[in-house]
């Protein structure tokens, strides 16, 4: 079982910045590849970035490409998401998730791939 929890969501201003993290318990936190998802009222969850266990390589959705960037510190057991430029349609309620380090790259943005879930951090942008 891996544990996760999420922190630093809050109300930002559009167009300024804030750093979402997720702490992992409970197994070896550098064999698991580690994604953040989101999901806003009324929508379905979506894909916003992932990185491998590594950290040699990341996936971005496009939405977020080049205002986001996911990050991991193996010896925090710690996975960061840091939002940028932010928008108002980023507001959501902000998940990470981990799955096995076996796992394809190119699937890394489907939530089913995923095994494992946090309870989630909620952003709020205001404009």
């Known amino acids: 079982q891996v544990q996760l929890v999420e922190s630093g969501g809050g109300l930002v201003q559009a167009g300024n910045s804030r750093r979402l993290s997720c702490v992992a318990s409970?197994?070896?936190?550098?064999?698991?590849?580690m994604g953040w998802f989101r999901q806003a009222p009324g929508k379905e969850r979506e894909f916003v970035a992932a990185?491998?266990?590594?950290?040699?390589?990341?996936l971005y959705a496009d939405s977020v490409k080049g205002r986001f960037t996911i990050s991991r510190d193996n010896a925090k057991n710690t996975v960061y998401l840091q939002m940028n430029s932010l928008k108002p349609e980023d507001t959501a309620n902000y998940y990470c998730?981990?799955?096995?380090?076996?796992?394809?790259?190119?699937?890394?943005?489907?939530?089913?791939?995923?095994?494992?879930w946090g309870q989630g951090t909620q952003v709020t942008v205001s404009s």
């Open positions: 998730a981990a799955t096995g380090y076996k796992s394809n790259y190119y699937y890394l943005g489907k939530p089913d791939e995923y095994d494992y």
């Open positions: 990185i491998v266990w590594s950290g040699g390589s990341t």
């Open positions: 409970g197994r070896t936190f550098s064999r698991y590849n």
